[in-house]
């Protein structure tokens, strides 16, 4: 919330007080009101609603006056900032101020830098928080990770609900584009610190690592991420990608729970969330590994899409039943050829990639009076993918062959193409040709087919 436009309202019985706040806020630019007495607040807040309000304790001749207009301002407004303030402060006092929905304490005198910075951290506060409950509802794909069959769609929500509950740190390993992001958001929203603030956060920006520190830690001046995300949680997408000094500066944090900025010191009580888009957090052997253990309480391992392909065919029609609320365009079904090709592609770009084609085959066969899309309205690298990988299922070649030879010939290439298409997990291509697991073993030792079989780091299913 810019300066220009904060309305905010100073309720206090002493002139004094009014007056110097009043005019403290007004020289940084903010608008100011004023209310001396319970009457007076409650008419100012129905009649202009302001953005923040700073509240004396002591009211008239009640020294605890202040908490029933907070309780009141509260009923009319739940999201109402208020900062109370008080000349006989002690931490039961702010701590009862903080339960009844205070957003800080402050006491009297002021220091006037204090006072700046408690505002200041008030507005941006409340402004992240508008913006995550929009986010909240916007997120309409945010479960997308889940869709499909497999046994990583089945059970991930379940473990993102028994890691959400505890108080961990949860290290995601993942590969690019699979909503490690939609992953986190999700911990967050399922646990008891959902009304607070989720703020991510992107690694790859520290190539400046001034910038980036300041921007994480903040500054003498300034609240940083870290602080801004008090109560709540923080996700740090692509850790692996943090400068040493960075990753300095965190452990200090994880440590304590706090750190050092020149003169004053950074209390946080913030979820650490982390990802690695290296697919396995053992090759981050030049990460600080101290930092890397303590990061690493809870941890997901998130499968790319080539090594859960039975999702990929429910992950499209996913995004189709949904074209137009997310694409403003009409669902249209894939033609058979054109689904045997989105299903035998490796996805290198995974969930991501999968929206874009969707959407993109959409708008190439959207002046078509076809009523499926065809392979022909494809991206190009699918279809040259495709045909690399079964143009040895040429019929040409078994024009000449005895029909048991041919059929055996036939028999080899069409599971040499299809456990390939599965990047040799038995018990999937098993599952989508029709055959007990066992039986396809047998056979493709009788016939001898070579196929790559899963490395030990994919999803064990086969």
């Not at 945010?142 to 069959?149: E, H, L, R």
């Not at 053992?282 to 890397?292: H, I, R, T, V």
């Not at 193409?417 to 056979?443: P, Y």
């Given at each position: 919330m810019?300066?220009?436009?904060?309305?905010?309202?100073?309720?206090?019985?002493?002139?004094?007080?009014?007056?110097?706040?009043?005019?403290?806020?007004?020289?940084?630019?903010?608008?100011?009101?004023?209310?001396?007495?319970?009457?007076?607040?409650?008419?100012?807040?129905?009649?202009?609603?302001?953005?923040?309000?700073?509240?004396?304790?002591?009211?008239?001749?009640?020294?605890?006056?202040?908490?029933?207009?907070?309780?009141?301002?509260?009923?009319?407004?739940?999201?109402?900032?208020?900062?109370?303030?008080?000349?006989?402060?002690?931490?039961?006092?702010?701590?009862n101020?903080?339960?009844?929905?205070?957003?800080d304490?402050?006491?009297?005198?002021?220091?006037?830098?204090?006072?700046?910075?408690?505002?200041?951290?008030?507005?941006?506060?409340?402004?992240l928080?508008?913006?995550?409950?929009?986010?909240?509802?916007?997120?309409?794909?945010?479960?997308?990770?889940?869709?499909?069959?497999?046994?990583?769609?089945?059970?991930?929500?379940?473990?993102?609900?028994?890691?959400?509950?505890?108080?961990?740190?949860?290290?995601?390993?993942?590969?690019?584009?699979?909503?490690?992001?939609?992953?986190?958001?999700?911990?967050?929203?399922?646990?008891?610190?959902?009304?607070?603030?989720?703020?991510?956060?992107?690694?790859?920006?520290d190539?400046?690592?001034?910038?980036?520190?300041?921007?994480?830690?903040?500054?003498?001046?300034?609240?940083?991420?870290?602080?801004?995300?008090?109560?709540?949680?923080?996700?740090?997408?692509?850790?692996?990608?943090?400068?040493?000094?960075?990753?300095?500066?965190?452990?200090?944090?994880?440590?304590?729970?706090?750190?050092?900025?020149?003169s004053?010191?950074?209390?946080?009580?913030?979820?650490?969330?982390?990802?690695?888009?290296?697919?396995?957090?053992?090759?981050?052997?030049?990460?600080?590994?101290?930092?890397f253990?303590?990061?690493?309480?809870?941890?997901?391992?998130?499968?790319?899409?080539?090594?859960?392909?039975?999702?990929?065919?429910?992950?499209?029609?996913?995004?189709?039943?949904?074209?137009?609320?997310?694409f403003?365009?009409?669902?249209?079904?894939f033609?058979?050829?054109?689904?045997?090709?989105?299903?035998?592609?490796?996805?290198?770009?995974?969930?991501?990639?999968?929206?874009?084609?969707?959407?993109?085959?959409?708008?190439?066969?959207?002046?078509?009076?076809?009523?499926?899309?065809?392979?022909t309205?494809?991206?190009?690298?699918?279809t040259?993918?495709?045909?690399?990988?079964?143009?040895?299922?040429?019929?040409?070649?078994?024009?000449?062959?005895?029909l048991?030879?041919?059929?055996?010939?036939?028999?080899?290439?069409?599971?040499?193409?299809?456990?390939?298409?599965?990047?040799g997990?038995?018990?999937?291509?098993?599952?989508?040709?029709?055959?007990?697991?066992?039986?396809?073993?047998?056979?493709?030792?009788?016939?001898?087919?070579?196929?790559?079989?899963?490395?030990?780091?994919?999803?064990?299913?086969?």
């Amino acid at each position: 919330m810019e300066a220009k436009n904060a309305k905010i309202l100073v309720i206090d019985d002493d002139a004094e007080v009014r007056s110097l706040i009043s005019g403290v806020l007004s020289d940084e630019g903010y608008s100011t009101s004023i209310a001396t007495n319970e009457q007076e607040a409650i008419a100012a807040v129905k009649t202009d609603m302001p953005d923040l309000v700073f509240l004396d304790l002591w009211i008239g001749d009640d020294e605890s006056g202040g908490f029933k207009i907070l309780d009141k301002l509260k009923n009319i407004n739940s999201e109402l900032p208020i900062i109370i303030i008080s000349g006989h402060g002690t931490i039961d006092i702010a701590m009862n101020a903080m339960r009844k929905g205070a957003f800080d304490f402050i006491e009297k005198p002021f220091v006037i830098d204090r006072l700046l910075l408690t505002c200041m951290r008030a507005l941006e506060f409340f402004k992240l928080k508008i913006e995550n409950d929009s986010l909240r509802n916007d997120r309409l794909s945010s479960d997308i990770f889940s869709v499909g069959i497999s046994a990583f769609a089945n059970t991930i929500k379940a473990t993102i609900d028994k890691i959400a509950n505890s108080n961990s740190r949860v290290f995601i390993n993942s590969t690019i584009g699979v909503g490690v992001d939609a992953i986190a958001y999700r911990i967050h929203q399922k646990s008891p610190r959902k009304n607070y603030n989720f703020i991510s956060i992107s690694c790859i920006s520290d190539t400046d690592s001034t910038t980036f520190s300041n921007e994480l830690f903040g500054t003498e001046k300034s609240y940083g991420y870290i602080e801004k995300a008090n109560g709540g949680t923080i996700f740090l997408e692509n850790v692996d990608r943090m400068s040493p000094d960075s990753q300095r500066k965190l452990l200090m944090f994880v440590q304590s729970g706090k750190y050092q900025l020149s003169s004053r010191n950074v209390f946080s009580d913030v979820r650490i969330i982390c990802s690695t888009t290296t697919g396995d957090s053992s090759k981050m052997a030049d990460f600080n590994q101290e930092l890397f253990y303590r990061l690493k309480i809870s941890e997901i391992n998130v499968p790319s899409m080539a090594e859960r392909r039975e999702d990929i065919i429910p992950m499209i029609d996913w995004y189709m039943s949904r074209a137009e609320e997310l694409f403003g365009l009409k669902p249209k079904p894939f033609s058979d050829k054109a689904l045997m090709i989105l299903q035998s592609y490796d996805w290198p770009g995974n969930i991501q990639q999968i929206k874009n084609v969707v959407e993109s085959s959409l708008i190439n066969a959207s002046d078509s009076d076809k009523t499926a899309i065809d392979e022909t309205f494809l991206p190009p690298e699918l279809t040259a993918n495709t045909k690399e990988k079964f143009e040895s299922l040429n019929i040409a070649k078994f024009i000449t062959m005895p029909l048991k030879e041919a059929k055996e010939c036939f028999e080899t290439d069409y599971l040499r193409a299809q456990i390939n298409r599965f990047s040799g997990n038995v018990s999937q291509t098993a599952n989508f040709i029709g055959m007990e697991r066992s039986a396809l073993h047998r056979k493709l030792k009788a016939l001898d087919v070579q196929y790559v079989k899963c490395s030990k780091n994919r999803t064990k299913n086969g």
